[in-house]
């Protein structure tokens, strides 16, 4: 399968940690997202990359969160200092890059769920 | 910035029967997407259906089907004949180049036998 893929799945830490998640996204898209979900909300969108460069980050991503996509490849999203309130749901996507009118559609992996006691 | 609106937080259908989730957005961008993702329980976000802006024909996938008015900003899905493993939260997603998808609130859709 040659899905996006997270790792890991589940998380609980206490608060104060640090954590890290890797995303690996489908291998030929150079565009990956991270977003954050609630329970009974919809994704929020956190950074962007294109290949290997940041190109967007929310205000959701507060200076306490950094991600990173060394080689256009996997990329990682570090939380230092967890809080409670960054419990959630965090899903990485990857689409192909390109021309306005290619298509816009990101996949999803699977997300890491991530608990800070 | 763009809104995704889905006005609807709970709907039910029984098997078989039709049912409608209705979207809003609001944007001033002429060129876009507008997506419907599934996300059964606990399990991975799939997209439904895709449409781009510039079409004016609405996008079908089996029995999914949307009603696309790009005047009025209005973006609903259609599901036909519903099945049981059609139950899920269902996202209406806007999205323009290059940027991230905005999403809604979600519908929770219930599929009775």
């Known amino acids: 399968d040659t899905g996006v893929s997270q790792d890991p799945r589940h998380k609980i830490t206490k608060r104060g940690q640090n954590v890290t998640f890797r995303c690996d996204p489908i291998?030929?898209?150079?565009?990956l997202y991270w977003y954050r979900q609630t329970l009974g909300q919809g994704p929020e969108f956190l950074t962007y990359?294109?290949?290997?460069?940041?190109?967007?980050k929310s205000r959701l991503l507060s200076d306490r969160f950094s991600a990173e996509r060394p080689k256009g490849s996997f990329s990682t999203l570090e939380i230092q200092r967890t809080e409670q309130g960054d419990s959630a749901m965090y899903l990485c996507?990857?689409?192909?890059?390109?021309?306005?009118?290619?298509?816009?559609?990101?996949?999803f992996g699977p997300g890491t769920r991530l608990l800070v006691l | 910035a763009q809104t995704v609106t889905q006005s609807q937080p709970e709907m039910s259908v029984q098997e078989a029967e039709t049912v409608t989730l209705s979207c809003t957005y609001d944007?001033?961008?002429?060129?876009?997407?507008l997506f419907w993702y599934k996300q059964p329980p606990s399990r991975q976000m799939i997209l439904v259906i895709r449409?781009?802006?510039?079409?004016?024909q609405n996008a079908t996938e089996n029995r999914f089907s949307v009603n696309f008015q790009k005047a009025a900003k209005s973006f609903s899905l259609k599901i036909s004949d519903s099945q049981l493993g059609d139950a899920a939260m269902y996202f209406c997603?806007?999205?323009?180049?290059?940027?991230?998808?905005?999403f809604g609130k979600g519908t929770s859709l219930l599929v009775t036998p």
């Open positions: 449409q781009e802006a510039y079409k004016q």
């Open positions: 291998s030929e898209h150079n565009r």
């Open positions: 944007t001033s961008e002429s060129d876009y997407y």
């Open positions: 997603a806007y999205r323009s180049e290059p940027h991230a998808l905005n």
């Open positions: 996507a990857s689409s192909p890059g390109g021309r306005v009118g290619a298509t816009g559609t990101q996949y």
């Open positions: 990359f294109q290949n290997e460069a940041q190109l967007e």
